[in-house]
């Protein structure tokens, strides 16, 4: 079992940037697969990013690719989220997920460990 504790969402402008951090503990953080999911007001969660376990395999959504950046440091037991050329679609909470499924899930049914989530707020 792991725990999950996400921060450094907030407010910024259009264009702005923010990282956020998802501190892991209670698991072996480097058997895990690791996923950033975000959810707004009165729609599903969706897939934001995944990266494997060791961290050579990435996947992003269409709709953060080229702006957003997922990555890991198993020695801090830490995800992050760089998120750059932020938009006003990208207001949402932001959950990291951790999960022991092979082939670095998308799906946030394949994810069984969540964090509490973070709120970012892009204003125009």
């Known amino acids: 079992q792991v725990q999950l504790v996400e921060s450094g969402g907030g407010l910024v402008q259009a264009g702005g940037s923010l990282r956020l951090s998802c501190a892991a503990s209670?698991?072996?953080?480097?058997?895990?697969?690791m996923g950033w999911f975000r959810q707004a007001p009165g729609k599903e969660r969706e897939f934001v990013a995944a990266i494997s376990d060791s961290g050579r395999i990435i996947y992003s959504a269409d709709s953060v690719k080229g702006r957003f950046t997922i990555s890991r440091d198993n020695a801090k037991n830490t995800l992050y989220l760089q998120m750059n050329s932020l938009k006003p679609e990208d207001t949402a909470v932001y959950y990291c997920?951790?999960?022991?499924?092979?082939?670095?899930?998308?799906?946030?049914?394949?994810?069984?460990?969540w964090g509490q989530g973070t709120q970012v707020t892009v204003s125009s």
């Open positions: 997920a951790a999960t022991l499924r092979n082939g670095v899930p998308t799906r946030r049914f394949d994810y069984d460990y």
């Open positions: 209670g698991g072996t953080f480097s058997r895990f697969d």
